[in-house]
Nanobody, 116 residues
Framework: QVQLVESGGGLVQPGGSLRLSCAAS????????MGWYRQAPGKERELVAR???????NYADSVKGRFTISRDRAKRSVYLQMNSLKPEDTAVYYC??????????WGKGTLVTVSS
């Protein structure tokens, strides 16, 4: 069993930056992928960024060049550095762990609001 706790959300002006953190309790295996998803009001949850056990990353086209995902294996944590934030980045951001055999774990989410 894995529990995920996100932190770092808040209100930021357009063009600003935030760093989201997600700490996992329980075992994180070398083959697990960790990632960030988001869900804006009235929209479906979407992938923002993902990092595999081997360190490969992929990003949504809308955040490429602005967001950076990283992980710290020793701390069982994943981070999302968000720069040049736009109002359309406003959403609840969820941390995810995807086991190699298909099971998924989710955090409760942290709200990011980009507004002047």
């Amino acid at each position: 069993q894995v529990q995920l706790v996100e932190s770092g959300g808040g209100l930021v002006q357009p063009g600003g930056s935030l760093r989201l953190s997600c700490a996992a309790s329980g075992s994180i295996f070398s083959g697990d992928a960790m990632g960030w998803y988001r869900q804006a009001p009235g929209k479906e949850r979407e992938l923002v960024a993902r990092i595999t056990g081997g360190g490969s990353t992929n990003y949504a086209d809308s955040v490429k060049g602005r967001f950076t995902i990283s992980r710290d294996r020793a701390k069982r944590s994943v981070y999302l550095q968000m720069n040049s934030l736009k109002p359309e980045d406003t959403a609840v951001y969820y941390c995810n762990v995807a086991r190699a055999w298909g099971m998924d774990y989710w955090g409760k989410g942290t709200l990011v609001t980009v507004s002047s």
